[in-house]
């Protein structure tokens, strides 16, 4: 059964630094990874898909990598702004439809 | 070309009454997925469908919860006699048909039903 797992729960960071939200999965037969950004009471906006033939994808100031073979993904995000604000879920599809982290609560700080 | 769209945002039920959530997919998507996050969790994976067909509800709950995706029309979540336990916000995403021997679709997800049990 697939788990997978977003570490840290929450990051609290000041405005312009650089961080990385990781995330793990436990079966590496995956198809694509998906990182996702959900803003309190709304629905999800995909950030980044990742194929499992890819090593990363870039949008912007979003840089995500994976390497399926340890089960892994980080999310890169440069120069953090305040509208970053959010919680980011990562999320991969294989044989089942896609399965969920909790999630990172990122509070970046003016 | 319109998103995922969901409705009612939010519903609000009494105990013991029935709610039905909609969604229809974007243009040209066949496939849809419900989802349901539970307060400080993770999206959990509830039915997956296609036009007229259920593809995978191993995340249904046994009893009170059924999805239908007729030929026409949105998809409907119902749960029949609601309890506070159900107090959610369910999610619905949509993707095109795969191709042959391509899996690696994107998924993108409606705003979602928050749904409150009182």
């Known amino acids: 059964k697939q788990e997978v797992t977003q570490i840290p729960a929450a990051l609290s960071v000041p405005e312009g630094e650089n961080l990385v939200l990781n995330c793990s999965f436990t079966?590496?037969?995956?198809?694509?990874l998906q990182w996702f950004r959900q803003d309190p009471g709304k629905g999800l906006t995909s950030l980044l898909l990742i194929q499992s033939s890819q090593r990363e994808q870039t949008s912007g100031r979003l840089n995500a990598s994976l390497d399926k073979s340890s089960g892994r993904s980080t999310l890169y995000i440069a120069a953090s702004q305040p509208g970053d604000s959010a919680t980011y879920l990562c999320?991969?599809?294989?044989?089942?439809?896609?399965?969920f982290g909790k999630g990172t609560r990122l509070s970046v700080i003016a | 070309n319109a998103g995922v769209m969901q409705n009612p945002r939010h519903l609000v039920r009494r105990r013991g009454q029935e709610a039905r959530l909609r969604c229809s997919p974007m243009?040209?998507?066949?496939?849809v997925y419900w989802y349901r996050q539970l307060p400080e969790e993770g999206l959990k994976f509830m039915v997956y469908?296609?036009?007229?067909?259920?593809?995978?509800e191993s995340g249904m709950p046994k009893e009170r919860f059924s999805a239908e995706f007729p030929k026409e029309g949105p998809s409907i979540l119902r749960i029949q006699q609601v309890v506070r336990g159900d107090s959610a916000a369910y999610f619905c995403a949509s993707s095109p048909i795969p191709s042959a021997g391509l899996m690696n679709t994107e998924a993108f997800f409606g705003q979602g039903t928050r749904l409150t049990v009182v």
């Open positions: 999320a991969v599809s294989g044989n089942t439809p896609l399965v």
């Open positions: 079966d590496s037969a995956i198809y694509n």
């Open positions: 243009k040209g998507h066949s496939h």
């Open positions: 469908l296609q036009k007229e067909n259920i593809i995978d």
